[in-house]
């Protein structure tokens, strides 16, 4: 007796049956970045606070309207905020058109007042006692940035530092009004 020589079609089948959607799997997640956080907020209104600055002045998002606005929630002790710091200064400081607004996020006041004291600081900088604000803006880590257009939408949400390529075409997103 020999032996057949051949293909075993119920293990060749068996086997792509397996193999074939594993590599679909596979293959559908390249692209994707997995670090990527998406926001439901996305092109709704942005929740309103009312909220006191490092200084004791009293913010209120609402009042804010017809103007575009950077809201960047940060910490002293985040190594990327750090980073990010000087752009975000900068930033301010060249576009005085849009109100630019830090809020300190799981951080003590007097630290972050000694830290802007340090590196200097043109924009305000909000308290958020019991990060409800943050809650509000669905916040998973530091540095998270929000940009906001003149009515009030959320138009794009930062998780991470951003670059200052990133920031000038956000700026500019954000300054156009929805319809």
Known sequence: MSARKGVNVGVLVGGLAVILPLV?????GF????HEVPSVLEHTQAPLFKLVDLEGKPWDLSQLRGKPVVLNFWSTWCLPCKEEYPL?????SAYPGVQFLGVLYSDEPKK???YLRR???VF?????????TAIDYGVAGVPETYFINPSGVIVYKQ???LSGQAMQSLLALASQDSP
């Open 119 to 121: 590196m200097g600081n």
């Open 88 to 92: 975000m200064q900068q930033a301010a």
């Open 159 to 161: 998780v991470g530092p």
């Open 124 to 132: 305000p900088q909000l308290v958020d006692p019991d990060g409800r």
């Open 31 to 34: 692209g994707n970045d997995p």
């Open 24 to 28: 679909w799997l596979l293959h559908s």
């Open 112 to 114: 972050a007042v000694v």
